[in-house]
C-alpha cells in the first residue's frame, strides 16, 4: 500500500548508533556521522534505540503542547482471552508484538483507553519517529490553513504560492492533485534503486523544485495516483508560505493545544536552521498519537468543531479520482475505516464508524511488505472486533 520514501535519507547519513545500556540508566546514543547508511537502513538494534531519539541524532523543531496533557480515561480490557486467526494459527497479542516488532500498541474506544502494551523497551513517556503518518498531520493542517483563510481554494494552482511552478511538468498541478498524490508528473519512488528520483531529489530546496518540474508529464492532474514524497514537501513549503509560520507552530497551535497532545513531541528537519519535512517523522508518545486519532476522528464526526474548516476531515477521506484507496495524505481502508500510515509498521487505524482508534509503533526488519501489512491489518480488525464487543 505504502510506498517507499527518502527524502529523509541524504540528511540521515548516520547507521552506527553506539549504545551503551546500564541497568537502571537510559541508554547512550552516539550517532557515527561518518556512515554511509541512513535511518532506513539501520539494524534492529539501532532502530530500537535511534527511533525514540530523532531529536538527540538531528535537528529537529518542538511541537509545543500542553504542560498537562488531555486525560485519557482508562478503563482497560482482559487481553487474555484474544487471539486472531493468521495462515491457520491461532495467535495472541505477545505473539504479534513478538513477530511484528512492536513497540507500542494502543486501543481507543468511546474516548477510553482501552488497550496500552509496550516492547522492545519502549517507555510511556518516550516519543517514536511515525515517518509518514506525518503527511496526515500535514492534511489537517490544510484544512486549518483554509479555516483561517491562509488558503482560499484546493483548487488554487501551486505556482500562486510558488511561482518556479507557473512553468515546466507543475504547471496546472493544484494543491487539490497534491494532496491526493496525482500531479500526473513520472515519480519513481524505489529507495533500493540508486537512480530514482527520491535518491537522486536534491535536498536543497530550489534545486529539488526544478529537478521535479523536469519530470515528464504522465498523466492529466487528478487522473493517476502516484506515491511521491517530493510531493508532499511541496505541500509543506505550501502551508509555511501561505500561513507565514513553521509546520511546528502551526500544528501546537491548531491541533497539539487543541488536540491536549504533551510537549514531548518532535519535527525532523533539513538542517539546524531549516525547514520541517512535510513528508516525514514527526515523532511523539503512544497516547500522543492517540491523542492525533482523537482528534481526526472528532473532527470526523462534529466537522464545525473549529480548527479545522467544516467537513474537512470527510473531503480529507473521500476517495480520490486517481485512486479510490488514498484522499488527502490519508489512506482509506474501508468505508469510515481510514489510517495514518508510516515505513517500518507505524499506524493510526481510525474507525469513525465504530468511535474506536488503532494505535502502533513497530521497529519492522523492512520499510514495508505486503506480507506484513497484511498481518498488521489482521490483527487490527480482530483486535477492534474484540475491544467493540466489550470483553
Known sequence: MISFYLTILVLCVTSALHASERAGTETAVSPDLTGDAGILFWTPEQQITGYSSIA????????????????????????????????????????YMQNQRTAGLLVIHNKDLKVERYGLGHLPQKPWVSFSVTKSVVSMLYGAAIQDGFIESLDTPISTY????????????????????????????????????????????????????????????????????????????????????????????????????????????????????????????????????????????????GSLTDNWMQQSITPSQGYTGYGFFWWLLDDGIYAAEGVFGQFIVIDANRDLIVVLQSAWPEAWSEEMEAHALTFIQALSDYVVEGN
Not at 210 to 239: C, H, K, S, W
Open 56 to 95: 538527540d541524532l538531528y535537528p529537529t523543531r518542538r511541537i509545543q503542547g500542553r504542560s498537562t496533557p488531555s486525560v485519557l480515561p482508562e478503563k482497560m480490557i482482559d487481553l487474555d482471552r484474544f487471539t486472531y486467526k493468521l495462515d491457520g494459527q491461532e495467535l495472541t497479542v505477545a505473539d
Open 162 to 305: 510558488l511561482p518556479v511552478f507557473t512553468t515546466g511538468s507543475y504547471a496546472g498541478v493544484t494543491i487539490k492533485n497534491i494532496l491526493q498524490m496525482a500531479s500526473g508528473v513520472a515519480w519513481n519512488e524505489d529507495y533500493a534503486d540508486p537512480t530514482s528520483d527520491i535518491v537522486m531529489l536534491p535536498t536543497e530546496q530550489a534545486a529539488g523544485f526544478q529537478y521535479m518540474n523536469q519530470l515528464p508529464r504522465v498523466a492529466d492532474p487528478g487522473t493517476r495516483f502516484n506515491y511521491n514524497t517530493g510531493e508532499t514537501n511541496i505541500a509543506g513549503v505550501i502551508l509555511s508560505e501561505a500561513t507565514g509560520k513553521t509546520l511546528s507552530e502551526y500544528a501546537s497551535e491548531k491541533i497539539f493545544l487543541p488536540g491536549g497532545l504533551s510537549n514531548g513531541a518532535n519535527w525532523l528537519l533539513d538542517g539546524p536552521d531549516g525547514k520541517e519535512f512535510a513528508g516525514c517523522c514527526i515523532s511523539a508518545s503512544l497516547r500522543d498519537f492517540g491523542r492525533l486519532g482523537l482528534f481526526a476522528l472528532a473532527n470526523t464526526l462534529m466537522p464545525s468543531s
